[in-house]
């Protein structure tokens, strides 16, 4: 019996990148396929304008849907731990959190835009959007993603990142997939076009169910020496329900799409840190609708504009969310409560593109946003007597906004970015933020960046609402970003390294040992971002990535915020010995996490995951399967767990949040 360990998994790795030149010459001579070659990738998430991303400010991650399948990935938020200084976290309550460069961490915290199909998706309650980080890849066409300020752009939310999800549409294929202990279901997609009317339509639907749960020695009820009120030793709830269906239609210059999202769990390790039963209860539903019609309209060749409209409505339901065991608050029964929001937004947005000159071109845009709460209620036991509102239901917010952005390209090496962004709202103030870039092309394979970017964090509508004690009111978070990027870009391999300094100030927390809502003190991150692809072998490519970030709180003097790491790292081989078949592995590595200050325990311990995954595929109709194993050494992984309601001082679960073991999954179907 072969014991296979993470030692022996890096040693396979280092010695594929030693082999010797000879290989390499060999390399050359051979055609690639285009799973394996080093594509030159176009993005408009940085400046609403088609740009290769090399070219972009600052520096962009594409993720390519089919790839992220032969790699093991399985949803939108594992797949964002491919980026760079991009790190997973959860709530207690199953609710799914992006750290980026160390920033989240915390209940409810929201830092980074979220967007699907170029459509927001971060909630006015706590600007964040879990459904879309549970979207399965096999929905998923691309994911692009930027570090760091977006707000020039992109505004609200845009904090420390932003990201959009895009899903397939121009394909045609039926597909089922499981995995072990987990979600099982299936979906199609389907498309249809008219060349002779310009004419497209397609539906992209998913559904899958499951009833996960990690096991649990010891929860709070423990360490409050109350364990025979425990439903530990036990597991933890994440049951799941997710639906998806996304519509598309374009019609010339006009398009229209459909989105609904219906994502539903259980209440994981309590909102308390209290383990709730075992019962498989989907004790939390978040869900979208939303719709956005458009036009793109030329005028001539050097003016063009692109009209929006969006109307999105959200909900966030969380019924018989398990609060305490019975004996602890009532002596014979346990208790539950339950909380019901809704939010509708309308959205009304140009923007105009011009170009005086080849050389030349100025985007100006204008939106009109507004939000208001529908339904806000929050319902208790009839013994507790407590009658008080959870959220004022006559909320509503205001936002006009505006973007200016100039790009020259000064020759045909030099282009500079400069843009600004100013959005005006009616109950929190008026935001400017900036951004200054130039991109600089030596030659053709070396290209130089350097931007400073200010983005801002308006507070939530929940965050409004609960304050700190002794806070008279929360502030908007604010970051300025300075960084210099280098790429290099040859015939078998290409890398690229980023250095960054960010300052942040008022950022937004969920109070380190007070509860509520606080402004924390200046934070100052300073950190390098490197990445690296190689053509190994005609069938081998290697793909990686290695993030370190040192992190100043002035406020509490420690070097690492709360729930963030200094060191992260990404490495996958892609081996296809004949196709249409793919062998792939994929390491993780996540360093030690800190803890928030309240807590005099040591950091949550570092960890090193790999997955093995096995794919036929082949271009055109046909089956195509993938079969994979999640965590094939068994790692042992734990997030680190997050501050209750009650400030999370006294309730803790001592071994933090445990994350699955080995696993096996599968996915296969056809392709018409």
């Known amino acids: 019996m072969v014991t296979i360990t993470t030692s022996t998994v890096c040693s396979t790795v280092l010695a594929l990148c030693l082999l010797p030149p000879i290989a390499v010459a060999q390399a050359d001579q051979a055609p690639l396929q285009d799973l394996l070659r080093l594509l030159e990738q176009e993005t408009e998430l940085a400046t609403r304008s088609g740009m290769n991303a090399d070219y972009v400010p600052g520096m962009a991650t594409i993720l390519s849907g089919e790839e992220l399948l032969l790699r093991g990935v399985r949803t939108v938020g594992e797949a964002l731990a491919l980026v760079p200084g991009i790190s997973e976290g959860m709530e207690m309550s199953g609710e799914r959190q992006i750290l980026s460069r160390g920033i989240g961490f915390g209940y409810a915290s929201g830092n980074i835009k979220i967007l699907l199909d170029g459509v927001s998706m971060n909630s006015t309650l706590y600007a964040m959007a879990n459904p879309v ?106 049951a799941h329900r997710y639906r998806g269906l996304f519509a598309d239609v374009t019609w010339g210059n006009l398009f229209a799409a459909v989105k609904l999202l219906d994502d539903d769990y259980g209440d994981a390790f309590g909102i308390n840190h209290f383990l709730p039963p075992a019962d ?43 609060v305490s065991p019975a004996g602890y608050f009532l002596e014979h029964q346990p208790v539950f409560m339950s909380q ?135 502030r908007a978070g604010e970051i300025a970003t300075y960084e210099v990027g280098y790429i290099v870009k040859q015939p078998r391999w290409r890398g690229q390294v980023i250095l960054f300094q960010s300052d942040l100030s008022s950022q937004i927390v969920f109070g380190y040992d007070q509860q509520g809502y606080i402004n924390s003190a200046d934070v100052r991150l300073r950190g390098v971002e490197v990445e690296y692809t190689q053509r190994l072998l005609p069938q081998l490519k290697l793909d990686a990535n290695l993030s370190y970030v040192e992190s100043v709180d002035f406020g509490l003097g420690k070097r690492a915020l709360p729930g963030g790491t200094d060191r992260l790292g990404n490495l996958a081989l892609l081996w296809q010995p004949t196709p249409p078949w793919t062998a792939a592995l994929q390491l ?81 179907g056809y392709a018409f």
């Open 340 to 474: 019901h929001y809704r939010e509708t937004r309308y959205l009304a947005g140009a923007d105009l593109h011009w170009r005086p000159h080849p050389r030349h071109e100025v985007l100006l845009g204008l939106e009109a946003r507004h939000v208001e709460v529908d339904e806000a209620t929050w319902d208790w036991p009839a013994a507790f007597d407590i009658d008080f509102p959870w959220l004022d239901e006559t909320l509503n917010r205001r936002i006009l906004s505006l973007v200016v952005q100039d790009q020259v390209r000064v020759d045909e090496r030099l282009t500079l970015t400069a843009a600004a962004r100013i959005d005006d709202y009616s109950d929190v103030g008026t935001y400017l933020s900036p951004r200054l870039a130039a991109v600089w092309r030596a030659n053709d394979a070396h290209i130089l960046k350097a931007q400073y970017a200010r983005a801002f964090r308006p507070p939530t509508f929940y965050e409004l609402s609960y304050p700190g004690d002794g806070v008279d009111e929360v």
């Open 588 to 668: 993780r590595h996540v360093g030690a996490r800190a803890r928030r200050p309240s807590d005099p325990r040591a950091p949550v311990a570092a960890y090193t995951t790999a997955d093995l995954t096995l794919s036929y595929a082949k271009p055109g109709p046909g089956v195509f399967a993938h079969l994979g194993v999640k965590n094939l050494t068994d790692a042992e992984i734990r997030f680190p767990e997050q501050p209750t309601g009650s400030g999370g001082v006294d309730w803790v679960y001592q071994d933090d949040y445990p994350r699955p073991g080995r696993r096996w999954w599968l996915s296969l």
């Open 280 to 322: 498989h209860r989907l004790a939390s539903q978040q869900g979208y609708e939303s719709l956005q019609l458009g036009a793109d309209l030329p005028f001539g060749e050097r003016l063009r504009t692109r009209l929006r409209l969006e109307a999105l409505r959200h909900h966030r339901n969380r019924d018989d969310l398990y």
């Open 133 to 238: 980080l549970n979207i399965p890849i096999e929905q998923v066409e691309r994911i692009e993603a930027i570090r760091g300020p977006g707000a020039s752009v992109h505004g609200e939310y845009a904090f420390a990142g932003v990201v959009d999800v895009i899903t397939r549409t121009a394909q045609r294929r039926l597909h089922v997939q499981a995995m072990d202990g987990a979600d099982r279901g299936g979906g199609a997609l389907w498309s249809w076009r008219d060349p002779k009317r310009d004419l497209s339509v397609s539906f992209n639907v998913l559904g899958l169910d499951g009833q996960a749960g990690v096991a649990v020695a010891e929860d709070a009820l423990y360490e409050l020496n109350l364990p025979e009120y425990s439903n530990a030793p036990g597991k933890s709830n994440e």
